[in-house]
């Protein structure tokens, strides 16, 4: 069982009028878009959902037959795959609205929203692209560095966004836990780990966003998964 769901998949499947819908997430532990539905799993207290590994990996022909892309996380709902971690946790929301994981005033809202989004495309976007040249022997330098500006720019632009939401606490947006530290918060772990470490890169979060960092990193409910990652990255480092 997954250490960082120990106490919520252990409990019965969830319903539907009298069916039992029987969810399974294909996910890896390192995975921050699969980190963000954990984090939402835990935070709302959702149960019966069978944490499992991509059945024959991602990218398999067995997995693209239920998610084509490949990739995980995909949430299978009573035989029938859900891709993309943001249009899973927008299901999860609204199967389980309690508690709601976007705020309920509609502007803070629409600014959870698009940090989420802008997490994808402008963090985790350009930050991925550069994996393929983690070793310095097939290293693009020019190509890691046009990305890692890019990478800056985009969390410029989520402080910003946070600033226009008059968020300066410990969450991203207002005083609780959001769907938006749900992708911010494991992006920020692949920024500080994988492209600040190995791309030597020590000023890419500004102050807001390291004050920012330090806070969610204390959330009980962001710990345990962050804690997952950590030791998912440490077993891939070879321990
Ligand atoms: N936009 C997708 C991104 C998912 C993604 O890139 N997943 C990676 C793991 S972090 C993956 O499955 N990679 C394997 C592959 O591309 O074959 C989402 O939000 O779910």
Redesign the pocket.
């Known amino acids: 069982m997954e250490t960082c769901l120990r106490g919520v998949v252990q409990q019965r499947p969830p319903t539907q009028g009298n069916l039992v819908m029987a969810m399974t997430l294909y996910q890896?532990d390192l995975?921050?878009?699969a980190a963000r539905v954990r984090i939402q799993i835990r935070a709302k207290g959702i149960e019966g959902v069978a944490i499992e590994k991509a059945p024959g990996g991602?990218?398999s022909a067995e997995f693209r037959a239920l998610n084509p892309t490949?990739?995980?996380?995909a949430l299978l709902v009573d035989g029938v795959a859900i891709a993309?971690?943001?249009t899973i946790c927008d299901y999860l929301e609204d199967r389980f609205p309690e508690p709601p994981l976007w705020p309920t005033d509609l502007l803070a809202r629409a600014h959870a929203r698009t940090i989420a989004r802008a997490t994808?495309l402008y963090v985790c976007g350009p930050m991925?692209q550069t994996t393929g040249h983690a070793s310095r022997k097939t290293r693009d330098e020019a190509f890691v560095a046009a990305r890692m500006q890019d990478l800056k720019t985009g969390l410029a632009h989520i402080d910003a966004w946070r600033a226009a939401a008059g968020a300066s606490g410990r969450y991203a947006v207002g005083d609780r836990l959001s769907l938006a530290d749900a992708a911010l918060a494991p992006a920020l772990f692949f920024v500080v780990n994988f492209a600040a470490r190995v791309f030597g890169q020590d000023d890419l979060l500004s102050t807001a966003m390291t004050a920012y960092w330090q806070g969610i990193q204390e959330d009980a409910v962001v710990a345990p998964t962050l804690s997952a990652m950590d030791a998912a990255l440490t077993a891939a480092r070879g321990g």
């Open positions: 890896s995975s921050p878009f991602t990218g490949g990739k995980i996380p993309e971690s943001l994808d991925f």
